[in-house]
T-cell receptor, first 120, second 113 residues
Framework: DVKVTQSSRYLVKRTGEKVFLECVQDMDHENMFWYRQDPGLGLRLIYF???????EKGDIPEGYSVSREKKERFSLILESASTNQTSMYLC???????????????????FGEGSWLTVV | AQSVTQPDIHITVSEGASLELRCNYSYGATPYLFWYVQSPGQGLQLLLK??????LVQGIKGFEAEFKRSQSSFNLRKPSVHWSDAAEYFC???????????FGTGTRLLVSP
């Protein structure tokens, strides 16, 4: 089975702190994602990455950055945490099949169990 | 841009009764469609997916969904609900050129005895 592991399940941080959320997948997936989930808003994409050292902004990147130095690891960084970043954060990964840059594979996206972040 | 609508925020169903959760999408071409389930405090688990072919898709835990292009819908069904099905259900769409998913706002299913 695909395993997407988010190392911190519950965090409480103070306003202005720098926060790192770590995600590791064990299936050699090319694609990794960070979503945040809020009641009534569903899941919204923050950033995603198609390859090592590559990153693309999602729908709500403001206040966040990411790092992908190794294929299996994708980190979400809150440079200066604010109370409106209190949320559940979900990491996900997927594989790209096919040749070359063809990503039209329809592969499934697998999710981690989430990290609950409270900023006080 | 594609979007997903789940018109029901909450649904309550009696145990043993049938279930249908609605999902409508907006996308110009044939999308890839997914249903995920989330138990309290947990991540998302894939129930089923539609990419092409047979429009009736079978998933895990006895769930099925039907893709109806004319109605831009991908409704989730289960003939007999169990108490353990109480959870939040998310419909999602992905276009054929990219990997990222766009989610609906979710439907919370409550199961009454």
């Amino acid at each position: 089975d695909v395993k997407v592991t988010q190392s911190s399940r519950y965090l409480v941080k103070r306003t202005g702190e720098k926060v790192f959320l770590e995600c590791v997948q064990d299936m050699d997936h090319e694609n990794m994602f960070w979503y945040r989930q809020d009641p009534g808003l569903g899941l919204r994409l923050i950033y995603f990455s198609y390859d090592v050292k590559m990153k693309e902004k999602g729908d709500i990147p403001e206040g966040y950055s990411v790092s992908r130095e190794k294929k299996e690891r994708f980190s979400l960084i809150l440079e200066s945490a604010s109370t409106n970043q209190t949320s559940m954060y979900l990491c996900a990964s997927s594989s790209t099949s096919g040749q070359g840059s063809n990503i039209d594979s329809g592969n499934t996206i697998y999710f981690g169990e989430g990290s609950w972040l409270t900023v006080v | 841009a594609q979007s997903v609508t789940q018109p029901d925020i909450h649904i309550t169903v009696s145990e043993g009764a049938s279930l249908e959760l609605r999902c409508n999408y907006s996308y110009g071409a044939t999308p890839y469609l997914f249903w995920y389930v989330q138990s309290p405090g947990q991540g998302l688990q894939l129930l089923l997916k539609y990419f092409s072919g047979d429009t009736l898709v079978q998933g895990i835990k006895g769930f099925e969904a039907e893709f109806k292009r004319s109605q831009s819908s991908f409704n989730l069904r289960k003939p007999s609900v169990h108490w353990s099905d109480a959870a939040e259900y998310f419909c999602a769409v992905r276009n054929t050129g990219f990997q990222k998913l766009v989610f609906g706002t979710g439907t919370r299913l409550l199961v009454s005895p």
